[in-house]
């Protein structure tokens, strides 16, 4: 790490050690997301760590997000995702392929902190096969009508932004992956409705929600780029985004690690600290070689899209092999505590429940092998 990557680090940590994880187990309790936060997080540029300067961001690299980003995983993971999403999708969607009237208008109060960003591609029956989404925007003088319901939306109902992809071909002339536009909405436009928050097993600070379009307006300036384009430039986005969980998901292991090696060393049974026996040993070291290899993966990935040549690839590797390690350090936690490592007083259980959307969301681990496979064909 670059001295700069470690003040990032440092902060990140102090945040997450300070502000977020004393609540988290309240927050995963209630279901209840401290939007205050994401204020501080705002405060702190950690809302416009990839913007550049010039739209009030931090201007910094993939990799020393992807730090940040893991520390305020392992204080809370509910908040990483949304600082993830915001970070990851509408933001760099919008400095990718927005006009600079656009980026003036968007990125500033986003990258301030001010607005939270959301990313809107699932439908309840278009998940994996996302190009199959059947939402509809249809042309008007200036600009476009949306109608049509979208799912599994982090941010999307306290959040501020949302970049959601529609169909912008017609029914009578369909054009599969290239017939979809990116929309950017603000979440108080009319027609913009909120529908059922999920409640989940893990991360249930984080808010999931529906959301439907009810003849929502949408004017020509808010089309990032080419209308048919629209899909293409979510799956670039996700490719950055894949990062982003990845990162969220070694968070969550290290803190599991942590609590695992405490506790191993703390819980005396037949006479000796249980870190004593070698079959503890061998979990432990199991579980720190994949948070390391995690951590390795994600900052591999990072480089290469800092160097410029990002590469989906990369990116699924990052995303599959983290969140996988996340689910075996999270369950091999649970399995030190033992009984202790069931119940919600311990904090592992919810590490453990936090763990498993990794693997879901952002593309699930099937998809991130067709892409990978892909890829070695390509
Ligand atoms: N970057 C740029 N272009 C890409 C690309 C990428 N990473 N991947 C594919 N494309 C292009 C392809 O080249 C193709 O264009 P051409 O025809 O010109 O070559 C076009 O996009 C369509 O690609 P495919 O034919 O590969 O499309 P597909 O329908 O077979 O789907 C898929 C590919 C990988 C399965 C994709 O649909 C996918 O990633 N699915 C998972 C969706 C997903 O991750 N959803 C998560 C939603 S966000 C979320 O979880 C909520 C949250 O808020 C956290």
Avoid: C
């Amino acid at each position: 790490m670059t001295e700069e990557q470690q003040q990032i680090r440092d902060l990140a940590r102090e945040f997450a050690e300070g502000e977020l994880k004393p609540h988290a187990e309240e927050w995963d309790r209630e279901a209840h997301f401290p939007r205050e936060v994401v204020q501080k997080l705002g405060e702190l540029g950690f809302l416009g760590m990839l913007l550049p300067e010039q739209y009030e961001g931090l201007g910094m690299d993939t990799a020393t997000y992807l730090i940040a980003l893991e520390e305020i995983a392992r204080g809370d993971a509910s908040v990483a995702v949304a600082m993830s999403v915001h970070n990851s999708l509408p933001t760099q969607m919008i400095l990718a392929h927005g006009t600079d009237a656009q980026k003036e208008r968007w990125l500033m109060p986003m990258a301030r902190g001010e607005w939270l960003g959301a990313f809107s591609l699932s439908e309840p029956d278009a998940g994996s096969d996302a190009a199959r989404m059947a939402a509809q925007a249809r042309r008007v003088d200036g600009g476009w009508v949306l109608n049509g319901a979208k799912a599994w939306v982090t941010n999307g109902g306290f959040g501020d932004v949302v970049v959601a992809m529609a169909r912008t071909d017609t029914p009578d002339d369909r054009r599969g992956a290239k017939g979809i536009g990116a929309f950017i909405i603000p979440t108080g436009a009319e027609g913009y409705i909120v529908g059922k928050k999920e409640d989940k097993m893990g991360q249930r600070a984080s808010e999931t929600v529906g959301i439907a379009f009810r003849d929502l307006f949408v004017a020509d300036d808010q089309v990032l780029g080419d209308p048919s384009l629209g899909f293409i430039y979510a799956l670039q986005g996700l490719d950055g985004g894949r990062m982003g969980i990845a990162a969220v998901a070694t968070g969550i292991a290290q803190a599991a690690l942590e609590h695992a090696v405490r506790y191993a060393d703390e819980r005396k049974q037949f006479g000796t600290p249980i870190r004593a026996f070698q079959g503890m040993q061998f979990k432990l070291a199991n579980m720190a070689m994949r948070v390391e290899a995690a951590r390795s993966l994600v900052m591999r990935a990072a480089a290469a899209k800092d160097a410029g040549k990002p590469e989906a690839r990369l990116s699924s590797m990052a995303k599959l092999f983290a969140s996988e390690a996340a689910m075996y350090v999270t369950t091999e936690a649970v399995q030190v505590f033992g009984g202790y490592g069931y119940v919600k007083e311990y904090p592992v259980e919810r590490l453990f429940r936090d763990a498993k959307v990794t693997e879901i969301y952002e593309g699930t681990s099937e998809i991130q092998r067709t892409v990978i496979a892909r890829e070695l064909y390509r």
